[in-house]
């Protein structure tokens, strides 16, 4: 059994839980964070020869639970912007990491000179917008909502890893339902779709229906009256944005 030795006769949970989120580029849950504690207090314990030997901070560190972790990193983030630092602690979709403040993206961005900054086009974002609060949707409504066509955007959002096929539809021609991603809510830094703007408000509006979605017996006039005619904005709308990042 390998022994663990620590360099400060006392060891405080806000002190580890700060390693542990320094030591991984990953979002950590509570979960797996109380049992890292847990584990390595119970390593430390057994591997005492006589329990005098037992450092005094390993007993509580035994009954760590998810609580007791996320009162450690209120406690850093506390501390942290108390001391202005430029970093802090938050909570992705998967857990808590370690990251810099976006005051400060451009200083960071500078270490990576040749790595370009990709803007998605209006266009796409809002197609993803609709896909966001309206999910799962097919591309046929996101269409009828926008009244143009959106093959471009929905290939370009799924190359991005923003969006990704949910299944098929139970319609005519079974057409693929799209709904975001995990990328998606790190990206704008938002643990669920619950998070985003006015969410229940919007996902309660009503929106134009796309053909494939109308009943079986509706009549093609119906059909015909209930949308606007697609156009195509291929041509006319890029489909990125794409601009060099600058470390002025």
Not at 64 to 78: G, H, Q, S
Request: charge should be negative; aromatic fraction near 6%.
């Amino acid at each position: 059994m390998r022994v663990l030795v620590f360099p400060v006769p006392l060891m405080e949970l806000t002190a580890i839980v700060e390693a542990l989120l320094f030591a991984t580029q990953e979002p950590l849950p509570l979960t797996q964070m109380a049992t890292a504690v847990k584990d390595t207090a119970k390593d430390i314990r057994d591997a005492a020869n006589d329990p005098s030997e037992i450092p005094p901070y390993v007993e509580p560190l035994l009954a760590v639970d998810e609580i007791a972790i996320r009162e450690a990193i209120d406690a850093l983030i506390a501390h942290y912007e108390q001391d202005h630092r430029a970093f802090t602690i938050v909570e992705r979709p998967h857990g808590w990491r370690l990251c810099a403040k976006s005051d400060y993206a451009e200083w960071c961005r500078a270490l990576y000179p040749g790595k370009k900054v990709q803007r998605l086009s209006q266009p796409a974002l809002e197609t993803l917008a609709i896909i966001a609060y309206r999910q799962p949707i097919t591309r046929a409504g996101v269409e009828a909502v926008r009244g143009v066509s959106v093959d471009t955007m929905v290939q370009t959002l799924v190359e991005r890893g923003l969006i990704r096929i949910e299944g098929r539809a139970e319609l005519p021609g079974k057409p693929l339902l799209y709904g975001t991603t995990e990328a998606f809510l790190d990206h704008f830094a938002v643990k669920n779709l619950d998070e985003l703007p006015n969410a229940q408000e919007l996902r309660r509006v009503k929106l134009p229906t796309a053909a494939e979605e109308q009943p079986a017996d509706t009549s093609p006039s119906e059909l015909q009256l209930s949308l606007e005619p697609v156009k195509s904005e291929e041509a006319a709308e890029p489909e990125l944005q794409v601009e060099e990042s600058s470390a002025e």
